[in-house]
């Protein structure tokens, strides 16, 4: 009973997500039809139950799609190149796992604390971050001091913490349309509003088009970052390196830009909306 409760929910939490999606979006991402996983929720489980306190689970290059894993404490597990399709990982420890190369497609990330993991090349498509539809940033995800480099991201992550965390050459940028059945679908921008990436290392980020409103980048190092037609209104840069940095199109209204280094080497700076609002 307790099992078909936990599957349950975790249904109606990927059914919720879908629902938020528009039908050529999900046309376009065409999610996979569910097939067994190579372990159950059990045989994790009591794999990390069992772990020593300097052992580290291994289940790299494991299928785990779909499962309900919501809470569970992974002990710095290895879960690299593992497929973690639609998987619930609500308020999950994955604190210094490796996820590098991981499939995170889809999956549930409300409350999961990945503090400190090592997500580098991890796809992180479409996840359910919050609980309900008002975007709660209590719910959002932690990321703070993870290695998040060649990540790719297409989601809803305002509220998410990335202090300190490394992010070179991550892509946030939209997926690219595609043809299918005769249609063209594009996806939505990237929303990090009021995201906290202070001291954040995002040398070479593609966050075209991202919305990063509010966000906290003091001390961040964003040089020959890719913020074009980003919305950067009240975005905190203060201190931070915009060398070589491109911000054609983009919007700063109200962006704070005292201390900021490399403001002279900013591409398309003369195209950004608002500058003369900014503070400098």
Do not use: W
Request: one cysteine or more; a negative charge; charged letters at 20%.
């Amino acid at each position: 009973m307790q099992m078909a409760a936990r599957a349950t929910r975790t249904q109606l939490l990927i059914l919720a997500a879908a629902m938020t999606l528009s039908v050529s979006a999900l046309a376009e991402e065409g999610a996979p039809a569910p097939r067994k996983a190579d372990m159950t929720v059990r045989e994790i489980t009591t794999l990390l139950f069992k772990a020593k306190p300097d052992e580290r689970v291994e289940l790299s290059n494991r299928n785990l799609a779909y499962l309900d894993l919501s809470g569970l404490n992974f002990k710095g597990a290895r879960l690299a190149r593992a497929d973690l399709y639609g998987v619930d990982l609500t308020r999950a420890n994955l604190r210094g796992t490796d996820l590098s190369h991981t499939r995170l497609d889809r999956a549930v990330l409300i409350g999961a604390d990945l503090a400190g993991a090592n997500l580098a090349g991890a796809t992180i498509l479409r996840p359910t971050v919050y609980s309900d539809l008002t975007s709660n940033p209590a719910d959002a995800p932690r990321f703070s001091g993870a290695n998040l480099t060649d990540v790719r991201v297409q989601a809803n992550l305002s509220g998410a913490d990335f202090h300190a965390a490394d992010l070179s050459g991550a892509d946030f940028a939209p997926l690219d349309a595609r043809k299918r059945e005769g249609a063209i679908t594009a996806l939505a921008d990237n929303k990090l509003v009021g995201c906290d990436f202070t001291r954040a290392i995002m040398r070479g980020t593609d966050l075209t088009g991202t919305d990063l409103t509010f966000a906290h980048l003091a001390g961040a190092d964003l040089t020959g970052a890719n913020l074009s037609h980003a919305n950067l209104s009240r975005a905190d840069f203060s201190g931070a390196d915009l060398t070589d940095a491109d911000l054609t199109g983009a919007d700063l209204d109200g962006a704070n830009l005292l201390a900021v280094k490399g403001l002279d080497t900013v591409k398309g700076l003369a195209t950004a909306l608002n500058f003369d609002r900014t503070i400098h």
